[in-house]
């Protein structure tokens, strides 16, 4: 005996009422024989999964960073630095009732993913001015060479793109060389304005919720991301279930009428609102049918 499914059609034909186009779900409940004669003891509940998307933007400052304002007229970070922001959440859900292979249902596909940077978010290249002698040069001399190496790969560039170089370089070639042109000199720039790296990651969490109060999913701060639920020093990421009371509605008269045939009691799914909120912020939404906020009924054994 499998998890059997009504439709508003059916269920109207067997009990009589209108559920204004809803499609009802129902397992039965209790101790249910399987397909394969063996025995268990089925109490369906309805599993939510939440897959929270978060930004993070990392700035690591670059060993040149206080001379910045000095070449470039802008002020760089001058300390490392690390923020978070929330994109939103998305919600399904999966029933932990039992099938007739005597396994959870299907838990709905993985949505979580990292997409990160390309290349290190620490280490700066070795991209000091070339060295023509064994001569150390101080912070502030390195510096000034790498600043005027930036200058010269602006002045190069721009001798490309008028035609200064045409009759030596064209083409795919002047592509290729304006696009080397483009990295090196953002290599420079790093060693001034560092690294600045944006990776977006989801997180999925799983909840079985009970009742009508919101159950805390995680917590989240801006400059640590998502953290476990009992971390107070985060702004509590809540789920929160609004049941329609759908279930109820349709079968509201069932243990009033009287039956001389066999009876089984069924779990039935309620139309529950279910929201994720951040404060007053919401970051998603969907109307889910769970079995913990419908109703139980009996009816016939076909």
């Not at 809803?22 to 999964?49: H, S, W």
């Not at 979580?112 to 101080?138: C, K, Y």
């Not at 001798?159 to 000199?185: F, S, W």
């Not at 060693?191 to 995680?218: A, E, H, M, N």
């Amino acid at each position: 005996m499998g998890r059997i499914k009504f439709l508003l059609a059916a269920a109207c034909a067997v009990m009589g009422f209108s559920a204004y186009g809803q499609v009802l779900e129902i397992t039965p409940v209790g101790d249910v024989v399987l397909e394969n004669g063996q025995r268990a003891y089925v109490m369906p509940q309805t599993t939510v999964v939440v897959d929270i998307t978060i930004v993070m933007e990392k700035v690591v400052t670059g060993p040149y960073a206080r001379f910045a304002q000095e070449y470039f007229g802008v002020i760089a970070p001058l300390a490392d630095k690390e923020t978070y922001s929330l994109v939103g959440a998305e919600l399904g859900c999966y029933d932990m009732d039992r099938t007739p292979s005597h396994e959870p249902g299907m838990l709905p596909a993985d949505r979580t993913a990292a997409i990160p940077f390309d290349g290190s978010d620490t280490e700066f290249p070795r991209v000091l001015p070339d060295r023509h002698s064994t001569a150390v040069s101080s912070p502030e001399s390195a510096a000034r060479d790498a600043a005027n190496a930036v200058f010269f790969i602006r002045q190069r560039r721009a001798e490309l793109v008028t035609g200064d170089y045409a009759e030596t370089v064209y083409g795919a070639g002047l592509g290729d060389a304006i696009d080397r042109l483009d990295k090196m000199e953002r290599e420079y720039l790093e060693l001034f304005f560092g690294k600045r790296t944006v990776t977006t990651v989801t997180k999925r969490y799983v909840i079985t919720p009970q009742g009508s109060d919101g159950v805390v999913i995680c917590r989240f701060r801006d400059n640590a991301g998502l953290l476990p639920a009992d971390d107070l020093s985060g702004e509590p990421i809540v789920l929160e279930c609004r049941p329609r009371g759908t279930a109820a509605s349709v079968f509201q008269t069932d243990r009033r009428r009287a039956s001389k045939t066999e009876e089984a009691e069924y779990a039935v799914k309620d139309i529950v609102d279910c929201r994720v909120m951040l404060g007053r912020r919401e970051l998603g939404a969907a109307v889910l049918p769970m079995y913990q906020y419908g109703v139980k009924v009996s009816l016939p054994v076909k």
